[in-house]
T-cell receptor, first 113, second 112 residues
Framework: SQTIHQWPATLVQPVGSPLSLECTVEGTSNPNLYWYRQAAGRGLQLLFYSVGIGQISSEVPQNLSASRPQDRQFILSSKKLLLSDSGFYLCAWSRLARGDTQYFGPGTRLTVL | GQQLNQSPQSMFIQEGEDVSMNCTSS?????WLWYKQDPGEGPVLLIA?????ELTSNGRLTAQFGITRKDSFLNISASIPSDVGIYFCAGQERDNFNKFYFGSGTKLNVKP
C-alpha cells in the first residue's frame, strides 16, 4: 500500500530564515505530487504540483519554491520566510490518470515569528 | 479559473440528525471526491466518484456524482460526535487531470 510522509510535523522559524519542508511517497512510482497551504479554518490553496522529476508547475506567485529531486520526493523551500508564510502545509499525491483520487500527508504546521 | 462552490459553510446539528452538503463547479468534472479533515491533520478521503449519476456509500455516508457532472452532494445519516470536522469536496476537470480543485469546506458541529 502507499504511504506519504511529511517532516517536520511542526516548525517555528523567525522571519527572514530559510525553509525546507520534505515530502516522500512510498509504494508507488511516478506519482503526481502537490503542495498545498491551508490558513487556519480555511480551504486548501494549491501552491505547486509536479508530474515528474524536475518538473514543477507554480500556481501562485509567492515567496516559496518547490523541487523534485527524486521520483517520490517533493521539497518546499524558501530563502527568506515572511510572516504571511505561516500556515499548515500539506503534501499530496495522485496517479497521473483520468479519474483518480488524491491522498494527503499528515501536514506540517509552520509558524513564522 | 475553476471555482468550486461548497455549501453550507458551517452546520450545527444535534446528534442523530442527518446532514447534507453539496458542491457545484463551473465546468464538467471527471471525478468528484469527498474528504474529512480533523484539526491538525491532513484530509482523509471518504468517497470517490467517477461516473455521472454514480451513488456510493461508505457506512453512514452517501455521495452522488451529479448527472450534469457539475455537482455532487454528500449525506451523513444519524450523525455522531466523531463526525465533527471539516468536509471538503474536490474534483478533476474533464480535460485536465493533473490538478484537483477544492471547495472551501463545510464545518460540521454535532451536539451530543
Amino acid at each position: 500500500s502507499q504511504t506519504i510522509h511529511q517532516w517536520p510535523a511542526t516548525l517555528v522559524q523567525p522571519v527572514g530564515s530559510p525553509l525546507s519542508l520534505e515530502c516522500t511517497v512510498e509504494g508507488t512510482s511516478n506519482p503526481n505530487l502537490y503542495w498545498y497551504r491551508q490558513a487556519a479554518g480555511r480551504g486548501l490553496q494549491l501552491l505547486f504540483y509536479s508530474v515528474g522529476i524536475g518538473q514543477i508547475s507554480s500556481e501562485v506567485p509567492q515567496n516559496l519554491s518547490a523541487s523534485r529531486p527524486q521520483d517520490r520526493q517533493f521539497i518546499l523551500s524558501s530563502k527568506k520566510l515572511l510572516l504571511s508564510d505561516s500556515g499548515f502545509y500539506l503534501c499530496a499525491w495522485s496517479r497521473l490518470a483520468r479519474g483518480d483520487t488524491q491522498y494527503f500527508g499528515p501536514g506540517t504546521r509552520l509558524t513564522v515569528l | 479559473g475553476q471555482q468550486l462552490n461548497q455549501s453550507p459553510q458551517s452546520m450545527f446539528i444535534q446528534e442523530g440528525e442527518d446532514v447534507s452538503m453539496n458542491c457545484t463547479s463551473s465546468s464538467i468534472f471527471n471525478t468528484w471526491l469527498w474528504y474529512k479533515q480533523d484539526p491538525g491533520e491532513g484530509p482523509v478521503l471518504l468517497i470517490a466518484l467517477y461516473k455521472a449519476g454514480e451513488l456510493t456509500s461508505n457506512g453512514r455516508l452517501t455521495a452522488q456524482f451529479g448527472i450534469t457532472r457539475k455537482d455532487s452532494f454528500l449525506n451523513i445519516s444519524a450523525s455522531i460526535p466523531s463526525d465533527v470536522g471539516i468536509y471538503f469536496c474536490a474534483g478533476q476537470e474533464r480535460d485536465n487531470f493533473n490538478k484537483f480543485y477544492f471547495g472551501s469546506g463545510t464545518k460540521l458541529n454535532v451536539k451530543p
